[in-house]
């Protein structure tokens, strides 16, 4: 049995205050239809396929180049008249037998489970439709129900009466339905309300007077059903998100300083137990090894971190790969193409670039390394940096194993550095040092006995 995932995603969100679709605002740095795609991809299919369907209205190029690349079938709504009405776009295109899920845009962090749930109940002939209680439901669409507990209609606030605003359970707009009957009871929906418009929530008066069978479901948490109005709701979801980002990490093995004090903009994969203190930004995909410690205020952005190495405080590291018990930081940046062996060192205010720093090697502090080939055991002194640009093209700069570099020199790339080789503090390099060598290249120093010192005037 095919599903059809169905989107509303055509509302402009005026109430957001931008000139962003509302659909493609944010949480953990995923646009929030996006969420909904990959939430609506995970559920099960034992035979047949999913098809998805994406219905656009407002500034919809910028909604389908956010989505470029993904198997998504688009319809435009190009009046805003109603949800009912959006699905109707879509009709025409669904599978013969299927079921379709019905899902928004804007209510992002419905969770696969819920949504198989749904699908589960459709596959059998009936309606599935998410509903949910809440203490306060002003504004919300009221479940009424007869004597026997059975659903027999949605009523939406502006229609309801004063008895069936006491109702405390609401429609989410969630729902699973066989296509052969969504197909009839959509083109038999009217605007017959106070808002004028076509209610898709009308079909369950239609299934109950066709004798379909209507089965509710709820979320674990009211966030699951919640949609997204304006930029506080967006905040509160995200909170909400981050803490349960927060949870799963627990769960698999992480010490958290804090649990409220962590954003994860992508996906942490835990190899081990670790710890992660406060402030701490994943983005992208990350994976930490086990015992990895993680300390204050780092970015950590599509890295491999390997087994028991520390990354101190205030530490960016983006696209970089960091060895077993490597020492990173504290205020270090490891730029895209860094890779350090096992038991490397890079300390403070240390810049690396498209490096490859072999195993036991130092770079303790206030340098700058960029397209380089470091080996084994080489020290690297204090302000030291690699000169790999000329302004338009880059070079490469090797050192050999167990090279010492002193303090404060340049290394004018290309340039070649032997193993075991010296470079006095304060050289600048541009020829090739031999294997074992000395090599010392600074200006002389002179001093001038009669100098007199500027004396304010």
């Given at each position: 049995m095919n599903i059809d995932i169905i989107i509303l995603a055509a509302g402009q969100g005026s109430r957001m205050c931008s000139q962003l679709p509302k659909v493609l605002h944010k949480i953990g740095a995923k646009p929030m239809l996006q969420h909904v795609i990959d939430n609506a991809c995970q559920v099960v299919v034992t035979a047949g396929e999913v098809n998805t369907h994406v219905i656009v209205g407002h500034k919809s190029e910028l909604v389908q180049e956010a989505l470029a690349g993904q198997n998504i079938q688009y319809a435009m709504q190009r009046e805003q008249l109603g949800t009912g009405h959006a699905v109707a776009q879509v009709t025409t295109n669904l599978s013969g037998e299927g079921v379709s899920l019905i899902l928004y845009g804007d209510v992002p962090l419905t969770n696969s489970h819920t949504m198989q749930e749904l699908v589960d109940i459709a596959k059998l002939d009936q309606l599935g439709l998410l509903t949910v209680t809440l203490a306060n439901p002003n504004g919300y669409g009221r479940i009424v129900r007869d004597a026997n507990n059975q659903v027999t209609a949605i009523v939406e606030?502006?229609?309801?009466?004063?008895?069936?605003?006491?109702?405390?359970?609401?429609?989410?707009?969630?729902?699973?339905?066989?296509?052969?009957?969504?197909?009839?009871?959509?083109?038999?929906l009217g605007n017959d309300n106070a808002q004028g418009e076509y209610y898709l929530t009308d079909i369950i008066a239609m299934a109950a007077a066709d004798n379909v069978a209507i089965l509710t479901k709820s979320p674990s948490a009211e966030q699951e059903v919640q949609g997204v109005n304006d930029k506080v709701q967006l905040a509160q979801l995200e909170r909400f998100y981050q803490?349960?980002?927060?949870?799963?990490?627990?769960?698999?093995?992480?010490?958290?300083?804090?649990?409220?004090?962590?954003?994860?903009?992508?996906?942490?994969?835990?190899?081990?137990?670790?710890?992660?203190?406060?402030?701490?930004?994943?983005?992208?995909?990350?994976?930490?090894?086990?015992?990895?410690?993680?300390?204050?205020?780092?970015?950590?952005?599509?890295?491999?971190?390997?087994?028991?190495?520390?990354?101190?405080?205030?530490?960016?590291?983006?696209?970089?790969q960091v060895g077993e018990n490597c020492e990173v930081g504290p205020f270090a940046r490891l730029r895209p193409g860094t890779v350090l062996a096992a038991t490397a060192k890079i300390g403070n205010f240390v810049e690396t670039k498209k490096v490859n720093i072999g195993k036991g090697s130092k770079?303790?502090?206030?340098?700058?390394?960029?397209?380089?080939?470091?080996?084994?055991?080489?020290?690297?002194?204090?302000?030291?940096?690699?000169?790999?640009?000329?302004?338009?093209?880059?070079?490469?700069?090797?050192?050999?194993?167990?090279?010492?570099?002193?303090?404060?020199?340049?290394?004018?790339?290309?340039?070649?550095?032997?193993?075991?080789?010296?470079?006095?503090?304060?050289s600048t390099i541009t020829k090739e040092v031999a294997a074992a060598q000395l090599s010392v290249a600074r200006a002389k120093q002179i001093s001038l006995k009669d100098w007199q010192r500027p004396v304010k005037k």
């Open positions: 606030q502006k229609d309801a009466s004063a008895q069936q605003l006491k109702i405390a359970e609401i429609n989410t707009g969630i729902m699973a339905v066989p296509n052969k009957f969504l197909r009839k009871w959509i083109a038999q803490r349960e980002q927060a949870r799963q990490l627990m769960l698999a093995g992480a010490t958290l300083a804090d649990p409220n004090r962590l954003d994860v903009r992508g996906s942490v994969t835990l190899e081990g137990e670790v710890f992660i203190d406060v402030n701490v930004i994943f983005e992208g995909d990350v994976v930490l090894g086990d015992g990895v410690q993680i300390a204050a205020n780092c970015v950590i952005k599509d890295a491999k971190i390997a087994a028991n190495a520390i990354v101190k405080a205030n530490t960016l590291i983006e696209q970089a770079v303790s502090h206030l340098t700058y390394l960029g397209d380089a080939q470091i080996g084994a055991e080489v020290n690297i002194g204090a302000g030291t940096i690699t000169c790999n640009y000329d302004g338009v093209n880059k070079f490469i700069t090797e050192i050999g194993d167990g090279a010492f570099i002193g303090s404060n020199s340049s290394l004018v790339a290309p340039v070649k550095v032997g193993a075991r080789a010296t470079i006095g503090a304060g």
